[in-house]
């Protein structure tokens, strides 16, 4: 009964695992969170899930020895029998579905990190072509009201130099 419902647990856990990475910064970060609260909760059945398998293993063991010391003409308990033939096929798909958990929320861990590191890589990216967009049509606006007779060098000198310290600013990101 103790396997059947930590069987139950685990693939609830397991349906919380999903394969969504997310569309933007904030989204991929709520994944993030929830995904550490499962890490937390399997984390926390570890120790369960040890205690079970460990408590099964003692059972089938001392089945199995009370089965030797009956010797093989005497009679077998059938209910002993039943319960070992349930328990250990039990016990294995508990163990394998345990591994196979542990192995799903660390590569699902790996997967969110890369997908968090891509969004910020994008959404710099969306920020740092907004910014060489506006600055272009900043330059083409100027380009188009200087008139070289008249032009002020001083000020557009100033101005080239206010450009340039925002591209080098820009270009330390």
Not at 64 to 69: C, I, K, L
Not at 117 to 141: C, G, I, M, P, Y
Request: proline content about 1%; overall charge negative.
């Amino acid at each position: 009964q103790q396997v059947r419902r930590m069987h139950t647990w685990l693939s609830d856990k397991m349906l919380l695992i999903g394969d969504d990475l997310g569309s933007d910064v904030a989204s991929v970060e709520e994944l993030q969170r929830q995904h550490a609260a499962v890490a937390r909760d399997l984390g926390a059945g570890t120790e369960e899930v040890q205690s079970l398998l460990v408590k099964t293993e003692q059972q089938l063991v001392r089945s199995a020895s009370t089965e030797n010391s009956r010797g093989e003409g005497a009679a077998t308990d059938s209910t002993a029998d039943a319960v070992c033939a349930l328990l250990k096929p039990a016990a294995v798909a508990l163990k394998m579905q345990w591994t196979t958990a542990l192995a799903r929320e660390q590569q699902r861990a790996r997967k969110l990190e890369a997908a968090h590191e891509l969004q910020v890589f994008l959404s710099k990216h969306r920020d740092l072509s907004a910014w060489l967009a506006a600055t272009q049509n900043a330059l083409a606006a100027m380009a188009e009201d200087v008139d070289l007779a008249t032009a002020d060098y001083a000020a557009m000198q100033d101005r080239f130099v206010e450009v340039k310290a925002q591209t080098d600013a820009r270009a330390e990101q």
